[in-house]
């Protein structure tokens, strides 16, 4: 994915950066694109060990796979 990502960024058009296209969006959609980047956060911190208090209950994008 990281790779994807900076692949991304090098090969992409002037002013399209992911950071580009979150500072855009956050302009017009704040509440949201808050909320999307914190429940991000949370799952890849809480999957890395670093918030491992916070219960699997919590994890919204865990509660979304786990509905397979």
């Known amino acids: 994915m990281a ?3 900076v692949a ?3 090969a ?3 002013g399209e950066l992911l950071s580009d ?3 855009r969006y956050g302009q017009s959609h704040m509440f949201l694109s ?3 980047i914190g429940v ?3 799952h890849l ?3 890395t060990g670093l918030l491992r208090f916070i219960p699997e209950q919590l994890d ?5 796979a786990s509905l397979k």
């Open 34 to 36: 808050s909320a999307v």
């Open 45 to 47: 911190l809480r999957t």
């Open 60 to 64: 919204l994008i865990h509660l979304l």
């Open 12 to 14: 992409c058009p002037p």
């Open 40 to 42: 991000v956060a949370v």
């Open 21 to 23: 296209a979150t500072t």
């Open 3 to 5: 790779a994807g990502i």
């Open 8 to 10: 991304y960024e090098i």
